[in-house]
């Protein structure tokens, strides 16, 4: 089935530094690709997603690029805020038409003011 | 609208007892997954619930098992309570039954098993 790997965290920034958090994919086909975020003590919430390869989906000042030549879903922001500290994670559906959502392991941000 | 509600929001149980989560998903969605979160780990899916079915399940053992009431909320039963089984369980609802259509989760069930 298909699966994510995620870059390990922690991730320190200063406030107003640039982000980058890597996501790479394999899957049968393409797949819709997500980012989700959990801040400290909540669920996951939906950050962003794209639906087919070359889709950019943006959200809140972050975005991914769905990228099949390079198997890539990484996640950008160019200023980051103290309010960003949370754990992100890149998932997918396991496999076309599946009921079944895979998450990566997560990688943890703190942004310092 | 009222998103995703879990309850109880937190559990303490001692290992061989028994331990049933509930889930109210949004208003108008029929699917509901349910996911176990380890600490510093991913979430792993368990069951997916569509229109009172069970259309998915995750590599756990039989202690674990589920069902979606008319009213599309759902119940995780969890029996014979391990250390391991101390986690963070979360519940989502989805507007549709396929995992393209993005994931709504609730704060989740923190199970401690002692």
């Known amino acids: 089935g298909n699966s994510v790997t995620q870059m390990e965290g922690p991730v320190t920034l200063s406030e107003e530094a640039f982000l980058t958090i890597n996501c790479t994919y394999t899957?049968?086909?393409?797949?819709?690709l997500f980012w989700y975020v959990q801040y400290p003590g909540e669920g996951l919430q939906l950050l962003l997603k794209a639906t087919k390869a070359d889709d950019k989906g943006s959200n809140k000042g972050f975005e991914a690029t769905y990228r099949k030549e390079t198997t890539s879903f990484h996640l950008e922001k160019g200023s980051v805020q103290v309010s960003d500290s949370a754990v992100y994670f890149c998932?997918?559906?396991?496999?076309?038409?599946?009921?079944?959502?895979?998450f990566g392991a997560g990688t943890r941000l703190f942004v310092k003011a | 609208d009222a998103g995703v509600t879990q309850s109880p929001t937190h559990l303490i149980k001692t290992r061989g007892q028994h331990v049933t989560l509930r889930c109210s998903p949004i208003?108008?969605?029929?699917?509901v997954s349910w996911y176990q979160q380890v600490l510093g780990q991913g979430p792993q899916f368990i069951f997916q619930y569509y229109e009172k079915e069970e259309r998915g399940r995750g590599n756990f053992p039989d202690r674990f098992s589920a069902r979606q009431f008319p009213n599309y909320s759902s119940e995780l039963n969890v029996n014979a309570l391990l250390l391991g089984d101390s986690a963070l369980y979360l519940c989502?609802?989805?507007?549709?039954?396929?995992?393209?259509?993005?994931?709504?989760f609730g704060n989740g069930t923190r199970l401690t098993v002692t």
């Open positions: 208003s108008g969605h029929k699917s």
């Open positions: 998932a997918t559906p396991t496999d076309t038409g599946g009921f079944k959502t895979i």
């Open positions: 899957a049968t086909g393409y797949p819709s």
């Open positions: 989502a609802s989805s507007l549709l039954q396929g995992a393209n259509s993005p994931l709504h």
